[in-house]
């Protein structure tokens, strides 16, 4: 076995932490750097187009154990720009497993480094925010040169490197369904596939060609970055709230928000992981979540809207729904199982909402 290749991880700040390289040959990547806190789901997360433009940092120390296979990832290929952890597993062992987690970043070009001190890294991100860095083979001086040079998430469109080019159908229920692919999940089609037949469409598709397809409904997904940069899917909202039943996840949610009026800003270090509790405001039940995302919607600033949850963690603003139409969005990933399903029932709540639309006067 060959011995590992030392590697660096640099942040923007001058904070460097020694480790070994590990997935594909690296010698200069850069990105922002998040943590995310979940035990297991690790291939899941990597594969999550909401992730471009980030390197991953895993909280839980052990990675890898359980392996890879082709059915677990979210997309046909990551997006992610790299991955950090305390400890790779070497060997692993799941009967589902068909490769190691190196094996998988290999196949798909992604690098990562391993034997980081996780934890520090984690407490440092939670004090300084959420920030560029760069890890790789080469010198101290290249990655800091790397890590200032990166524009990170603000102010950059990094829809349009995960959405689809062209349209095309998934699922087979018994209703029609219109899915903005803003970064869409494979769990969240999913999930909208046993309600209905979806058609999905690029970012950019214009509110009266969706509608031309005469949909029960339009599903705008989760997906990376500024939801500010995502403007002709701002605008489509602007043509479709009040005439079809909307449901927005996460970046669609962001997005609803922003077409009704409302503010989104960038947080700290941002809601990653699958332990995330949320209430809903109406009924006082909580959520345990899975959430992914650096900006959320300002509370207060969305005019003719019901806010319907609240994180417990922090306050953030995690639901609303449009007073006087059908449309919602919540800024969690009801698709995920993080342990529970409870969360699922927003899928029921839109289809719903569909058959109440198509029912005869």
């Not at 923007?12 to 590990?22: I, L, N, R, S, T």
């Not at 987690?101 to 290999?106: H, K, R, Y």
């Not at 705008?220 to 043509?239: H, M, Q, T, V, Y």
């Not at 809601?271 to 509790?277: D, E």
Request: charged residues 20%; proline residues 6%; aromatic residues 6%.
């Amino acid at each position: 076995m060959t011995a590992p290749e030392p590697a660096l991880l640099v942040l923007c700040d001058g904070e460097v932490f020694e480790g070994e390289a590990m997935g594909a040959s690296t010698a200069v990547a850069s990105g922002e750097v998040v943590f995310n806190t979940v035990m297991s789901g690790y291939q899941e997360v990597i594969s999550d187009p909401s992730y471009a433009g980030q390197i991953i940092t895993f909280t839980y120390p052990h990675i890898g154990n359980y392996g890879t296979n082709d059915a677990d990832s979210e997309a046909a290929r990551p997006h992610c720009r790299g991955v950090i952890v305390r400890d790779v597993a070497r060997r692993y062992s799941n009967w589902r497993a068909t490769a190691s987690l190196d094996d998988f970043l290999c196949r798909h070009g992604i690098g990562g480094i391993t034997g980081i001190d996780t934890r520090r890294l984690t407490r440092h991100i939670r004090d300084a925010g959420a920030m560029p860095g760069a890890f790789g083979t080469a010198d101290e001086a290249t990655l800091l040169a790397a890590a200032r040079a990166e524009p990170g998430t603000s102010g950059v469109d990094l829809v349009g490197e995960v959405t689809t080019a062209e349209p095309y159908v998934a699922g087979s229920g018994p209703r029609r369904v219109v899915a903005y692919d803003l970064g869409i999940k494979s769990t969240i089609l999913s999930c909208l596939g046993e309600l209905a037949t979806v058609t999905v469409v690029p970012a950019h598709t214009p509110a009266d060609e969706v509608l031309a397809r005469q949909p029960d409904g339009v599903f705008f997904s989760n997906g990376p970055g500024d939801p500010e940069l995502a403007g002709p899917a701002i605008e489509a909202l602007n043509g479709l709230v009040g005439t079809v039943p909307v449901f927005g996840i996460c970046l669609g949610h962001q997005l609803l928000a922003l077409a009704l009026g409302g503010r989104t800003f960038k947080m700290r270090f941002g809601h990653h992981g699958g332990n995330v509790p949320v209430r809903c405001s109406a009924s006082g039940r909580i959520e345990i979540t899975s959430q992914n995302h650096n900006f959320a919607v300002e509370a207060g600033s969305v005019p003719g809207v019901t806010e319907t949850h609240v994180c417990l963690n922090d306050g953030t603003l995690e639901g609303l729904s449009v007073d006087g139409a059908d449309a919602f969005g919540v800024q969690y990933h009801p698709e995920a199982g993080p342990g529970p399903h409870d969360a699922r029932r927003h899928f029921t709540a839109f289809a719903e909402m569909m058959d109440r639309r198509r029912a005869p006067a």
